[in-house]
């Protein structure tokens, strides 16, 4: 884990040296920080099929198109902020973190979800039947603690059965691990790590490796159905100083999602050829056939975290509606 987050520092701190030579650039430069997980096939089948190369050529630009894998909504926001990436991959939580703190700024907001997912919260201790059950030897493994989608929603969780107050009553016992680690580790068993806030397909993995492996909590469920829990995000500055290349990245994700509901099985094959993930490939066509799981770029289901956040003084801006936190762009007029 250690390790891993040194690559990742090193990484941001390599890019910032770039920074100044970069940082006012013509139309055609992007670049795009993902993580790990089947949440991010349409940026994988993007860049696979070189879809923002074909539609900046479309509209008359040269695109170069760079891609930068960090873990944690922390180190997303850092990189953004920073001026090392012009399109952030991250969950909705980072997204309104940034959003508040940028709001009359910077202005980040949304530019597009990456579909529908439900994210599971994995335990291996026999023991815990619900998240009432962890105790202080249970450690809890999640992008970034206080940050990520996954620790919102288990702290929007803990609000509803302890109340607002002790929204953040798990924060404790919480640790930033990246998912293949934290996978390994419920798999595994034996370590601290008793319990994974994951995303596909750690989370399968873990539930097909490990017989004490189960389901405490699923997003779906506490956000109330279906929604879009990883999403993209810009500042407004990239956005209106780079109209073309900005529109071919938002055209290059439409194409992708459509690619992948139609082509499941050519999909499943560019995301283990541009992942080199080892994973099994029939489990990796049941998630992507997952009748839970969506792919489209129109935002879903998001507000309820938004206002949860705001009601809990995580963010001070209280946005009247998604459109305050998404651009307005034709895939989020019909956001929720």
């Keep these: 884990m250690n390790r891993f987050t040194r690559k990742a520092a090193a990484l941001v701190a390599g890019l ?11 139309e055609g430069q992007i670049r795009i920080a993902e993580q790990f997980g089947i949440v991010y096939l349409l940026l994988n089948v993007a860049q696979e099929q070189k879809l923002i190369e074909k539609h900046a050529k479309a509209a008359g630009v040269d695109a170069k198109v760079e891609w930068v894998k960090l873990s944690g909504g922390s180190a997303v926001n850092d990189a953004l902020l920073s001026g090392n990436i012009e399109i952030a991959g991250a969950g909705v939580g980072p997204l309104l973190t940034l959003w508040d703190r940028t709001k009359g700024k910077q202005n980040v907001k949304g530019v597009a979800s990456l579909g529908n997912f439900p994210y599971y919260l994995v335990t291996n201790n026999p023991n815990v039947k619900s998240i009432a059950d962890f105790t202080d030897k249970d450690r809890i493994a999640l992008p970034a603690v206080g940050v990520s989608v996954q620790s919102r929603v288990l702290q929007f969780a803990s609000a509803k059965l302890w109340g ?117 490939r029939d489990l990796l066509l049941k998630i992507i056939k997952n009748p839970e799981v969506q792919f489209k770029t129109t935002p879903q289901n998001t507000y309820p975290l938004a206002e949860f956040m705001h009601r809990v003084g995580a963010i001070k801006n209280k946005p009247a509606s998604v459109k305050d936190y998404f651009f307005d762009d034709a895939q989020n007029v019909s956001g929720n």
């Design 16 to 26: 910032g040296l770039l920074s100044g030579s970069l940082s006012a650039h013509a």
């Design 164 to 280: 607002d107050k002790e929204f953040n009553r798990l924060d404790k016992i919480s640790v930033a691990v990246p998912h293949p680690d934290a996978a390994a580790a419920i798999i595994k068993g034996g370590t601290e790590i008793t319990g994974h806030f994951g995303n596909p397909p750690f989370q399968e993995q873990e539930l097909a490796g490990n017989p004490n492996a189960r389901i405490v909590l699923n997003s779906y469920q506490v956000l109330g159905g279906p929604s879009s829990a990883t999403v993209l995000y810009a500042t407004e500055k990239f956005r209106s100083e780079n109209p073309k290349t900005y529109k071919a990245f938002v055209d290059a994700l439409d194409e992708a999602a459509k690619f992948v509901t139609a082509n499941p099985e050519k999909a499943a094959d560019i995301y283990l050829k541009v992942s080199n993930a080892k994973l099994d």
